[in-house]
């Protein structure tokens, strides 16, 4: 009986939906440098919904996006839009005004209910996950395939060596790549540098230093040079120049003999990615100042190009980018997911090689200034691609590969170890995008001011807050399905720290989609500044490409919460496609490795959905 | 030193004291052409730079007014019809007249910037 009547409310309730009442909204929305008030406005979808915008303090605008409406108000002169709320999501408004130094990040959110969009992801990223249990059943019970393959599609062993091509091999051995790479970008720097100095406290959004360094070189990095072609930004940073011109005496020609400078190895300890990780998360810290003010994206820039100096007078080689670079490190750790590598073609041939040249260096080269042992590294993580290797070997047994992604994630040699400085890497990434997320593109006013640090106090919170969520909280939850892992497994031999560990590969992946669903809301807004500061870049009224009155345009945001549910989903498919394998590598038994893999996907599905409820839900 | 090292000194110089050398020049030359450059910020962030400007009767003014601020600006002077209604963040206007009459004129922000704007003002003297 109960379930009759159930099944005839709901039958009832379906029929009557599409039915509900348009209603009438009218919503008074205040701004203030930085937020709105209301910052969450709710409707439901076919509402008649009419906004009056009021102005606390200067001028200021709200663009919804997906509607593509806007008004602007004074304080005491109202703006008012009235649109028919037909697209349902989450929508964000923005203001149109350059209103102050935070003001790209002067947001609120408009939610259309029911929120289809993000129901449709959540419901695909729990059925991605059933439906992965399924092929893992099927794989468990079938023969073992011969191959390796990522999706059952692309060999996980499949390579394609660019410099097969004669040209590229050329242009690899030659001595003027990269560095010819590095100077054109060296002249660009300077400029920029010029821009961030001269720009001083105006506008970020109007300066073409901060434009280019945190929307295009940023989000260049993640979505293209670190996913594809891993440490490509090394190869043609201009920062350690000088450093290598006081170590080796000249800038392009190889001179014999020791190089200049104390050349101290860097301390065993210090191997790994901990300074990068605490420089890294260090650095965000500022990023409320560093990505709307000029002088202040010019003094960490400068400072980054002295501290590789003053550590190269000090310290051997490329030992400043390999341990202490602050964008070194997640380049490092996400560059194991990466599309390309670097690597010796046959090994046979290295072995009968000695002396090994890509080590020692030799008249054409220098031997490896990241440190490696080219003849036989397997990971790209502490590979600069700086090309010396192709210069030093005399057989051409180098290789620039392209492969499929995340290979590195599987690999682990007894030099090339896997440990908890990745791992937290790992988790420091993801937490500085879920406080990044939350903070700039979020509608809370108070956490904007926090960051800004309009008080010290206020200040001072954000930092622990933020210092938390990625050094202790994301580990203790990740280490508590960890522990369910090892306990579902039933394998007692490995230990609970070989399981964190492993396991924390997945977090290369799902960061790197959460990175890029991130840079696209940065992107997509912000984007047309680039046009402006392009052809005025000094604001002195110059307009070199005529486009310097382009006014500000945001691109393809109303499909932005749609791109950024489907780029999550495809990097949730990696991690399940990875953890599980990782999961084999982790307990020898496979039917252990099948039970403690269950927990990890609980972790990366429940991950997911989180994700996709900041950006969309 | 070999003649390849030199060619990469020498680019390096140019793409480091050369490019900043060479935009500041290009600049300097360029900006010759304007006889008043009026930077606009609001008051608590310094103000009209500078406040009192200074020009010839019947000599035509070219006038360079760059808001090197983060909201926008609006500029008035009223003595001689003279108003650009607004200058956005980062922008720059150049605005052009011929003071007919000597004296000492008042010129203002014309956009509310901030809670200070009222004191956003400046004179210009024309002798």
Redesign the interface.
Known sequence: MMIRVLALALLVGLLIAPFVVAEERYIEVSGKTFSYTPGVIKVNEGDVVTIRLTSE???HGLFLDGYEVQTKA??GQDGVITFVADKPGRFTFRCS?????F?PYMVGHLYVEPNSPFNGYAALAVLVALGSLIVMAREGNGDKPAKDKLFGLIDLDWRFDLTSFKPIRTLFKS?WFP?GAI??N??FF??LL?SMFV?????G???VGVMFVWILWWVMLMFILVPFFARTWCMVCPFP?FSD?YHRG????VKPGKQSGLNKPWPKSLKNMWVMNFLFLGTTFFSGFMTVKPLASFILLGAVILASFIVGLVYKKRSFCLYMCPVSGFQALYSQFAMSEIRCKDPEICKGHTPKTCFVGSEEGHGCPWLLTPFDFKKNTYCGMCLECFKTCPHDNMAFNLRPPGVDLLVETKREKRGLDEAWKGFIMLGIAVVFFIIYQGPYGELKDMMRATTYSGFLTFIAIHSTVSLIALPAVFGVFAYLSKLASGNREVSLKRVFVNFSYTLVPMGLGVWIAFSLGILLPNGSYLL??IS?P?????NLLGT??FPWTPVFTDVMGYLQGAVLIVFQLFCIAFGYRLSKQTYPESSEARRGWLPMLCFLTLATLGFLKLFLG | M?I??MI??I??L???VG??AA??GA?SY??SAYTVDLIARAPE?GNWQPRHVTVPVGEKVTM?I???????HGFALPAFDVAVPEI???????IEFTPDRKGTFPFMCT?????HHMDMTGELTVE
Do not use: M, Q
Not at chain 1, 97 to 101: F, H, K, Q, Y
Not at chain 1, 538 to 542: K, L
Not at chain 2, 111 to 115: D, L, T, Y
């Open positions: 303090d200067v001028h004074h304080p005004v350059t209103c102050g130094e003001h001595r560095l100077l054109v060296l002249l300077f400029a010029l720009g001083g406290y105006s506008a959004n109007y300066n120049l011109w000249a800038v392009i020609e402006h500061v005025d000094f604001a002195w009224g110059w310097a009155n | 070999e390849r090292e990469a000194v680019i390096v140019i793409s480091t490019v900043v935009i500041l600049e360029r900006s962030r360079r760059r808001n090197v601020d983060t909201v926008s956005k963040a980062g922008h720059v206007k150049v956009v509310w910037c901030s809670n």
